[in-house]
């Protein structure tokens, strides 16, 4: 088995934590930075390339800043994101807007931002219209082909199950519609696969879409400016997995454009993509303390840190790869349940896992939380949301948000004022 190591040290932890108790999400500044300008380096060649980081995925401004640095822009969904990217200097062009079932207020604050909509639905065509007095001259259309999505190692993905994006008659149609309203420069957009660990999924999926903008120009005269592959590129969770190349998925897709879109005269087409777990998600980490052992008809460790702090063990039963700091290099004989404290027995972040003794008071890292961490984090049964830390290419410690208090848990309660008398 392959092993996979954390990028902070137990010495480096063990100052941390005398600043910032845990638990608390800990992120990669050096790794980040690598990252994305591999990211940047691997499409290149396309001119008009641009990565639209996925802000659900880590939407923290500290670490939107770092990916500006490298060109990135943002992909927002909501009315916060909008207000986010907004906050950091992201705005127009460099914000991609694909909502669904979006409310008209975030239509408007989108438009009034100058960012490229991209649109879920034909009706939202009108809507859209009806919303903000227009249809923008620059406008892009989410495209679900329906039934299943196969490339050469298999099926990967059922998008005819999802509720994102136009029917390919819709799409055409849609299209039509768009121009006939006054939009002048058109993309198209697509999102089939989450998470994938292969190199053929990118190119697989620009195959699909630039043929696709192929027939759109043959159809309907409309030439399509930039194609948006969307995310889907997904990191390696489990130590057997091999990450994908960013190298090799870019040069794949460039095979395909000088395949497909050059010949057609459509050359000139800008590649955009919105990753987020690829961007972020294996340099960052949950930093947690084992605070209690159990052992009655199986062996459990309970930390600090609960599903509040990281849901994806208990919403999806998905792996997290766990370092007992200090023990990495003794033997995994102890077979734990490593949980949390919440009343639901699915907050567990191991099951069954092979790992060293485990003692009261050791720190344990739990692995690849640097995207759909912190940001799917909630506060069932009272629990707080942990601090950020970003651990800087110097090796300091910056607080990048700070843990919240039950001042801020109780702020909304305008009428009943819980705090008054709180004597602890």
């Not at 392959?2 to 999400?25: D, G, N, R």
């Not at 996925?54 to 992909?75: R, S, T």
């Not at 007992?324 to 027995?345: A, I, R, T, W």
């Amino acid at each position: 088995m392959m092993k996979k190591e954390p990028f902070v040290s137990k010495e480096q932890l063990e100052e941390i934590v005398k600043k910032y108790p845990t638990p608390f999400h800990l992120y990669d500044e050096k790794g980040i930075r690598a990252n994305a300008q591999a990211v940047k380096d691997a499409f290149s060649w396309n001119k008009g390339y641009k990565e639209y980081f996925a802000v659900k995925a880590e939407p923290n401004p500290f670490i939107i800043q770092i990916l500006k640095e490298y060109g990135c822009g943002c992909d927002c969904s909501s009315m916060t994101e909008l207000m986010l990217s907004d906050a950091v200097g992201i705005r127009g062009e460099d914000i991609m807007f694909s909502s669904n079932n979006t409310p008209a207020e975030e239509f408007r604050v989108a438009d009034e931002l100058g960012a490229v909509i991209n649109l879920d639905d034909i009706t939202h065509i009108d809507f859209l219209e009806k919303t903000i007095g227009k249809i923008p001259e620059t406008i892009s259309c989410r495209y679900n082909p329906g039934g299943v999505y196969e490339i050469s190692n298999g099926i990967m993905d059922n998008p005819g199950d999802a509720k994102y994006g136009f029917t390919k008659e819709q799409l055409f149609e849609g299209y039509r519609i768009l121009k006939e309203k006054g939009a002048k420069r058109f993309g198209l957009h697509s999102f089939l696969v989450s998470n994938t660990v292969t190199n053929d999924y990118y190119p697989a999926l620009a195959k699909t879409l630039f043929e696709l903008a192929v027939e759109i120009q043959e159809k309907l005269g409309i030439k399509i400016s930039f194609i948006n592959l969307s995310g889907g590129v997904g990191i390696a969770y489990t130590p057997e997995q091999t990450p994908n190349d960013i190298q090799a998925i870019g040069e794949g897709v460039h095979k395909v454009f000088d395949e497909v879109l050059v010949p057609a005269g459509l050359g000139d087409t800008a590649i955009y993509t919105e990753m987020g777990r690829f961007m972020t998600g294996p340099y960052g980490c949950l930093v947690t303390r084992a605070v209690h052992e159990k052992h009655t008809y199986k062996d459990y460790i309970g930390v600090d840190a609960c599903a509040a702090n990281l849901m994806r063990p208990a919403m999806y039963g998905a792996y997290h790869h766990i370092t007992v700091m200090g023990k990495e290099n003794e033997p995994c004989e102890y077979k734990y349940d490593v949980v949390g404290s919440l009343c639901e027995n699915n907050d567990k972040f191991a099951v069954d896992r092979m790992l060293p003794k485990i003692e009261t008071g050791d720190l344990l890292v739990i692995h690849d939380t640097g995207a759909h961490g912190f940001a799917m984090g909630y506060n069932y049964n009272g629990r707080l949301w942990s601090a950020e830390v970003l651990l800087k290419e110097d090796g300091s410690a910056q607080l990048i948000r700070r843990a919240q208090t039950p001042k801020d848990y109780f702020a909304t309660f305008d009428c009943f004022d819980i705090l008054k008398d709180m004597k602890y």
